[in-house]
């Protein structure tokens, strides 16, 4: 876990990972059924 | 929920208002309109595709000159550079519509804008990062050694090659503190505005590396300079959609609302920051929409046939968004930490203020 905080990669991944998971949530709360 | 009678559509205004936000900051930190997240984004909640460029184009002219605002009262913005750019701006976009509807009637359009942007964007994120990574390493050495340090550092050896060409007339960029020939700026304008015009983007994402690696502006005054080019062509894109029926002016509002706030605090987190952290966020803007845009193209190839990558794209650009502003807003909060004193990651120190 360290590694994702104290690497400049690691915080880059941790937070897309973060990021990619919230808009699956956004889609699958507001957005399923319009696309 | 809000019924927008001109769409004809039904969306939640908090999403709205939220893209707004991200946007925003992401526009007031590295100096881009965001039109590559903001269309594809308005689409998917519903609007048609000419209302989703013509409510990003009115939402981006708002943000453009509330971020200009704040950017003049930082200091970073050269007047004599945006003014100079625009001319040859206006010239490049020109052609590039032309170019644009040359291609439209071979019938190939969609799919040769994807390759260049893919081109492109992938270019520049690959001289951004590797370039960006290079000052870092530079600016922990400098830590390391106790040296002061001012808030940019670039190795690019492009702009003493340009400001080295004896075109006259050769003029001073005061604030940028850039002495070059004026051709070569209006040749960095047309060039981006041709790219801009030719790919239906506002060209932010072009036109900051160029005045960094070309002109050997400071990140700060790239970012602030042209937000002002894009808050004058998004006014005119904003006048031209709104003339065409292209605005829904309730879903204008409710981005702008978001987008006031967000501009506002992603250009104050420039000051918090060296400029290669804001060259960072650049890149990474770029790799994430060069992948977007790569989803899109075999999505296109394959006969929009294959579902998954339409969705594996629509979630890129959200993520895409989601992820800039937490990277900002991280940022932000180490080198409030830093300058407290308390405990950041190593990478970070060299990055803040």
Known sequence: MKWFINSLMGYWILLLAISLGAAALVYQIWLKGRI | ?353
């Open chain 2, 1 to 353: 929920m809000f019924e927008f009678l001109i769409a004809g559509i039904t969306v939640p205004v908090f999403l709205l208002v939220l893209v707004g936000l991200t946007v925003g900051m992401v526009g007031g930190f590295i100096g881009v309109g965001g039109g590559y997240m903001v269309t594809p984004a308005l689409i998917v909640f519903g609007f048609p595709g000419y209302m989703a460029s013509g409510i990003d184009m009115t939402h981006i002219a708002g943000k453009g000159v509330v971020s200009s605002i704040r950017h003049r009262e930082l200091g970073n913005i050269d007047w004599t550079l945006a003014l100079t750019m625009i001319a040859g701006t206006m010239l490049g976009v020109e052609l590039g519509v032309r170019v644009l509807v040359h291609f439209k009637g071979l019938g190939i359009s969609a799919i040769v804008l994807l390759i260049t942007s893919v081109v492109i964007m992938l270019s520049l994120f690959i001289y951004t990062q590797l370039e960006t990574h290079r000052a870092h390493k530079k600016l922990d050495q400098l830590t390391r050694e106790g040296k002061e340090i001012g808030r940019e550092v670039q190795t690019s050896n492009l702009p003493t090659l340009f400001q080295s060409i004896p075109l006259s007339p050769i003029i001073r960029c005061r604030h940028a503190r850039v002495i070059i020939s004026m051709w070569v700026i209006v040749l960095v304008g047309t060039a981006t505005g041709f790219l801009a015009g030719f790919l239906g983007v506002g060209g932010g994402f072009i036109r900051v590396p160029a005045l960094v690696y070309v002109v050997g502006a400071s990140t700060h005054i790239a970012v602030g300079t042209d937000l002002v080019e894009i808050a004058f062509s998004g006014s005119y894109g904003a006048l031209r959609h709104s003339m065409e029926g292209n605005v829904d002016m309730m879903a204008v509002l409710f981005m702008i609302g978001g987008a006031m706030i967000g501009a506002q605090f992603g250009s104050i987190a420039t000051a918090f920051v060296r400029g290669p952290a804001i060259r960072y966020i650049l890149s990474y803007s770029l790799i994430l929409a060069t992948v977007g845009a790569i989803l899109r193209l075999l999505y296109v190839m394959s006969g929009q046939n294959v579902e998954f990558l339409s969705l594996a794209a629509v979630m890129l650009t959200l993520g895409e968004m989601i992820f800039l502003c937490l990277f900002i807003l991280s940022l932000v909060l180490f080198a409030v930490r830093h300058r407290a004193g308390k405990w950041v990651p190593d990478w970070v120190k060299s990055l803040v203020i």
